[in-house]
C-alpha cells in the first residue's frame, strides 16, 4: 500500500473548520475500516457496528481533537501575526536607512506640519474658543 | 489502541507514530493499521486513541499534517515527519532500547541475590 499525497505542500487558502477537518478525518478513518471489513465478507450494517467498536469513544476522540486543532490553529496565528510585525518593521527601517534624506525630509516634514498644527491650534483656541463667555 | 487501561504509556503510541511515519507519509488509518499488523496484532484496542495522540505531535512539532488523495481517490489528511520528529524518532528508539534491554536483563536474572539465599 503506497499512497503519497498527490498535492504535496499545496496551501489551503481558506482553512476549514476545525471541527469540520477532524469530522473528515475521522470519517475517512471509520469508512477505510468498513470497507476493509466488507472486502472480509462482512454485510455492510455489522462492518459499521463493527469499525465503530474497534475505533472506541467517536465522540470524546472527535471532541478532544477539535480542542486540540483549535489550539495549534491560534498558536499559528499569533505566531504568524508577530512573525509579520517583525518583518514590516525590519523592512520598514531598512528604507528608511537606505534613503537617509529622504528619512530626514520625511520626520521633518512631519515635524513641521505637527508643529505648524499646534501653533495655529493655540492661536486659534486662545483668539476664538477663550473669548467666549 | 492505546486504551486508558491497556498499561501502555503514551510516549509508546508517541514512538510507534513516529517509526511508522519514518517509512513515509499515511494517514491516520494507515498508522493504525501498520502499528496493529507490525505489533502482530497485540495492540489493536481502540483506534480512536490515535488521534488525539496525531494532534498532539502535530503541535510539538514533531509532525505536519496535509491533505492528499488516497489510492482509493478519496480525500484523506496525510502526517509526514519533520526533521525534529526525525531527530525524536532517533532519540526515543535508542532510549527505548536502552530501557527495554535493562528492564529485560533485571527481568531475566536467574541468580538469587545474596540476601534471598
Known amino acids: 500500500m503506497r499512497d503519497e499525497p498527490s498535492h504535496p505542500r499545496r496551501v489551503r487558502v481558506f482553512p476549514s473548520k476545525p471541527q469540520a477537518e477532524v469530522d473528515d478525518e475521522l470519517a475517512f478513518h471509520l469508512e477505510q475500516r468498513v470497507r476493509d471489513y466488507v472486502a472480509r465478507g462482512m454485510d455492510p450494517a455489522a462492518a459499521r457496528a463493527a469499525a465503530l467498536e474497534r475505533f472506541g469513544d467517536l465522540h470524546g476522540v472527535r471532541s478532544e481533537c477539535t480542542e486540540l486543532l483549535e489550539a495549534d490553529r491560534r498558536a499559528t496565528r499569533r505566531r504568524d501575526w508577530l512573525d ?32 505648524a498644527n ?14 467666549l463667555p | 489502541m492505546f486504551a486508558k487501561d491497556s498499561g501502555l504509556l503514551q510516549g509508546t503510541l508517541e514512538l510507534l507514530v513516529l517509526k511508522t511515519l519514518s517509512w513515509g507519509p499515511m494517514h491516520g488509518y494507515g498508522i493504525a493499521s501498520w502499528i496493529e499488523s507490525a505489533t502482530g496484532d497485540v495492540l489493536r484496542v481502540e483506534e480512536g486513541s490515535l488521534y488525539p495522540a496525531l494532534y498532539r505531535m502535530t503541535r510539538k512539532g514533531w509532525i505536519e499534517a496535509e491533505w492528499g488523495t488516497s489510492e482509493n481517490n478519496r480525500k484523506a489528511k496525510f502526517y509526514r515527519l519533520t526533521s525534529e520528529g526525525r531527530r525524536q524518532y532517533r532519540a526515543q528508539t535508542s532510549g527505548w532500547q536502552r530501557l527495554a534491554s535493562a528492564v529485560n536483563q533485571a527481568i531475566g536474572t536467574t541468580r538469587a541475590p545474596s540476601w534471598a539465599r
Open chain 1, 84 to 115: 509579520d510585525l517583525r518583518q514590516d518593521l525590519r523592512f520598514g527601517v531598512r528604507s528608511a536607512l537606505r534613503a537617509p534624506l529622504f528619512s530626514l525630509l520625511a520626520v521633518v516634514t512631519l515635524a513641521l506640519g505637527i508643529g
Open chain 1, 118 to 131: 499646534a501653533a495655529i491650534f493655540g492661536v486659534v483656541k486662545s483668539v476664538l474658543l477663550d473669548a
